[in-house]
C-alpha cells in the first residue's frame, strides 16, 4: 500500500533490514523502551508497525513492562488506526499538540485546529491508558 508517495512494504523491508543490521552491530540487549516518531509514524498502517515491533522482539529480549510510544499528528488521528496500533504492540501515543490557540496553531505551521486536538486528545485517552500531548 501506498501512503503519500511512500511504498509501505519497500519502507518495512528497509526497515527490517537497518534493524538487522543495528542486532549485528549492538548484539543482545534488553529493550526497555521503544519510541516511533519523527515526522509522521502515524500515517503507517498498524501492520506496518506490527512489523517493526515484531522484528524488535524477534531480535532483541523486550521487557514485559517496555513502554513502547508512537508519536501522532493531531491532524492524522483516527479510532481505528490508533486500536490498530494497540492491537501492534503500542501502549502510549505522544500527541504533537504544540498550542491550545488557533491562530498560535496557524503561527507554528500546523495542520489541525484545536478542536482536532482536542478531539485527538479524546481518541487517545480512549484508546490507551497512557498517552501524553507536546505544548510549546
Known sequence: MRIGGIDE??????????LRATRERIGPRTVTSIFIGGGTPSLMQPATVGGILDEIGRLWAV????EVTLEANPSSVEAGRFRGYRSAGVNRVSLG????????????????????????????????????FDLI
Do not use: N, W, Y
Open 63 to 66: 521487557a514485559p513492562d517496555a
Open 97 to 132: 499538540v504544540q498550542a491550545l490557540r488557533d491562530a498560535d496553531l496557524k503561527q507554528l505551521g500546523r495542520l489541525h485546529t484545536v478542536a482536532e486536538a482536542k478531539a485527538a486528545v479524546g481518541i487517545a485517552s480512549a484508546t490507551f491508558e497512557r498517552f501524553s
Open 9 to 18: 512494504p519497500r519502507f518495512l523491508a528497509a526497515f527490517l533490514r537497518e
